[in-house]
């Protein structure tokens, strides 16, 4: 059974970067686009992006440009900075795989933008 | 962007009762060369992460109880929940996977009446 597990912060300073990874286990990251996907507290879901397993990106137009992804399969991981952040960052951040759909996802971190 | 809308905004359905939720694309999201509807449903409990529900626009996932069914093609599109359970008050999203950026709908939440 493939688990997704998100870890990072908790917390980040206005203007500062946020930095988040995405530990897979039970399945190989290869083969797969792996997507990131943020909920601010009592909204809906946002695609910022996602990575293929050769490192090839595409990310949200919205958000491009302060999103950098990255992806370390020897480690089976991957990764989302965020740049310049601001209080409407503030969100429950999802690491999901994707196929036809996301089809398995990490159970979220929330990452609070705050001095 | 494919911009996703759905109806209603919330509704609330007596248990064992028929649930039904509309999405619509604005743009077709029905790839010709796969003759695929590129169109996912999710159900979102307090607290946990989005499950997915359907893909294809119909394709049941693994698991899923078959109360769950999904409909339609191009830009219309319904999950309908033939027999409401109390443990399926959850609020549910359409989502497109045809172009990027990824898109979803905005939540139908469903109750209990």
């Known amino acids: 059974q493939v688990q997704l597990q998100e870890s990072g912060p908790g917390l980040v300073k206005p203007s500062e970067t946020l930095s988040l990874t995405c530990t897979v286990s039970?399945?190989?990251?290869?083969?797969?686009?792996w997507s990131w996907i943020r909920q601010p507290p009592g909204k809906g879901l946002e695609w910022i992006g996602y990575?293929?397993?050769?490192?090839?990106?595409v990310y949200n137009p919205s958000l491009k440009s302060r999103v950098t992804m990255s992806v370390d399969t020897s480690k089976n991981h991957f990764s989302l900075m965020l740049s310049s952040v601001t209080a409407a960052d503030t969100a429950v951040y999802f690491c999901?795989?994707?196929?036809?759909?996301?089809?398995?996802w990490g159970q979220g971190t929330l990452l609070t933008v705050s001095s | 962007d494919i911009v996703m809308t759905q109806s209603p905004d919330s509704l609330a359905v007596s248990l064992g009762e028929r649930a039904t939720i509309n999405c619509k694309s604005s743009q077709s999201v029905f790839f010709t060369s796969n003759k695929k509807n590129f169109l996912a449903w999710y159900q979102q409990k307090a607290g946990q992460p989005p499950k997915l529900l359907i893909y294809?626009?119909?394709t049941r996932e693994s698991g899923v109880p078959d109360r769950f069914s999904g409909s339609g093609s191009g830009t219309d599109f319904t999950l309908t929940i033939s027999s409401l359970q109390a443990e399926d008050v959850a609020v549910y999203y359409c989502?497109?996977?045809?172009?990027?950026?990824?898109?979803f709908g905005p939540g139908t939440k469903v109750d209990i009446k």
């Open positions: 990575i293929y397993d050769t490192g090839s990106t």
């Open positions: 039970g399945g190989s990251i290869s083969g797969y686009y």
């Open positions: 989502q497109q996977y045809y172009s990027t950026p990824l898109t």
């Open positions: 999901a795989r994707s196929a036809a759909g996301h089809d398995y």
């Open positions: 294809w626009a119909s």
